[in-house]
């Protein structure tokens, strides 16, 4: 039996490689979101106002990616793998359980799903009804979902104390 849980808990280790996929893929969002800057920085004074703040919406959504993505491979690297030497910066993650990273992740999804919908919305003339029904209908989704994930950890960190 002791051998079983020190194979299950050795296996944990298999994250690892996932949480260092996820920096490469952290690599990714900013070689795409300077990409992004560097493509509209020579045409500003010709772009209308509104393609700049479409643009700018797309800069906040890689940067709200980009920040999901770091709170996802460092806690869970710290809740599921091992701690991180105590480091003063990194006191907020010594805080977080599995249920305050759901919680944080969904509300990330609702703050994502928010900028897409603004920019379907500010392109509204050229979307389909349909679209913009179903992209409202999944961001109150995600939403509720969040509230209620919200609600839980309370409802739990309550009856923990």
Same mark, same amino acid.
């Given at each position: ?53 479409? &643009?700018?919406?797309?800069?906040i959504d890689l940067a709200l990616v980009g ?5 996802? &491979?460092?806690?869970g690297y710290e809740n599921f793998i091992s ?12 805080? &977080? ?16 799903s928010s900028i897409h919908l603004l920019q ?42």
């Open positions: 039996m002791k051998l079983l849980s020190n194979i299950m808990l050795t296996t944990r280790w298999i994250l690892a490689p996932m949480f260092l996929g996820l920096s490469a893929a952290l690599l990714l969002i900013a070689v795409k979101f300077f990409g992004e800057i560097i493509h509209v920085f020579p045409q500003i004074f010709e772009i209308a106002e509104s393609e700049l703040v479409l &643009m700018v919406l797309s800069l920040s999901l993505v770091v709170m996802v &491979m460092l806690s701690r991180f030497d105590k480091n003063e910066s990194l006191d907020w993650l010594h805080k &977080m359980d599995a249920n305050s990273l759901k919680v944080k992740v969904a509300t990330s999804i609702v703050a994502i379907l919305f500010m392109d509204a003339q050229d979307v389909a009804n349909d679209k913009l029904l179903w992209s409202v209908i999944i961001h109150l989704t995600f939403v509720v979902s969040a509230f209620i994930m919200g609600y839980m950890d309370k409802l739990t960190k309550s009856k923990a104390v």
